[in-house]
């Protein structure tokens, strides 16, 4: 089956440092990844996807690449703000038609500090 | 991006009687709606795939009976949850599937509804 493992939190970060969340993957065919992100309170909100290999998503200075041969997509931002504080999903998505459904991680609690 | 809506965004009600939750894509028709749960600091779980004009697909462990989910129009989709009990009380998502051709499909999320189950 499919499945998104991703690394747990929670991340502490000063203001400015450097962010990695690591994203692994096992699929049946050939995903879509994304990354999401949950303010508190608040549904998700996409940051980032990547639809085939090599792709490199990018978003609000956030970015992943869909790396086929280590099946991985971890996000990466070179200097986090107090702002970036959320939980981070990194979600998976095979096929489309009427089995189409999403996958997500178990999610990663980001703590910026000032 | 496409924009999802909820409503309520919270409710509190006491035990034994149902609650409606509303989901509504406002700028795209969505032919399928997703409904989730999310416990406190934990990852989503699918309750079900709600189809535009059939019954829903829930997922296993899922009570039917209890979670209802009618998608009557290509724009909304509810979620009644009958008879509910303190446990029932979570942070219910729905999202709405849309359809981006050679792009690929993508999810959109509703902002959530709490429910609080006295």
């Known amino acids: 089956g499919n499945s998104v493992t991703q690394m747990e939190g929670p991340v502490t970060l000063s203001e400015e440092a450097f962010l990695t969340i690591n994203c692994t993957y096992t699929?049946?065919?050939?995903?879509?990844l994304f990354w999401y992100v949950q303010y508190p309170g608040e549904g998700l909100q996409l940051l980032l996807k990547?639809?085939?290999?090599?792709d490199k998503g990018s978003n609000k200075g956030f970015e992943a690449t869909y790396r086929k041969e280590t099946t991985s997509f971890h996000l990466e931002k070179g200097s986090v703000q107090v702002s970036d504080s959320a939980v981070y999903f990194c979600?998976?998505?095979?096929?489309?038609?009427?089995?189409?459904?999403?996958?997500f991680g178990k999610g990663t609690l980001l703590t910026v500090n000032p | 991006g496409a924009v999802v809506s909820q409503h309520p965004s919270w409710v509190i009600c006491k035990s034994g009687t149902s609650v409606k939750i509303e989901c509504r894509s406002l700028?795209?028709?969505?032919?399928?709606m997703f409904w989730y749960r999310q416990f406190p600091k934990q990852s989503l779980m699918l309750m079900a795939t709600?189809?535009?004009?059939?019954?829903?697909?829930?997922e296993q462990g899922v009570e039917k009976d209890k979670f209802l989910i009618n998608h009557a129009s290509l724009t909304l989709s509810t979620l009644t949850v009958t008879s509910a009990h303190p446990e029932d009380s979570s942070f219910y998502i729905c999202?709405?599937?849309?359809?981006?051709?050679?792009?690929?499909?993508?999810?959109?999320f509703g902002p959530g509804t709490r429910l609080t189950v006295l």
């Open positions: 979600a998976l998505s095979v096929g489309g038609g009427s089995n189409y459904k999403l996958t």
């Open positions: 700028d795209f028709q969505a032919t399928t």
């Open positions: 699929a049946t065919g050939y995903p879509s």
């Open positions: 709600s189809n535009e004009g059939s019954k829903a697909t829930y």
């Open positions: 999202s709405a599937r849309y359809r981006a051709g050679t792009g690929g499909d993508e999810q959109f």
């Open positions: 990547a639809t085939k290999a090599d």
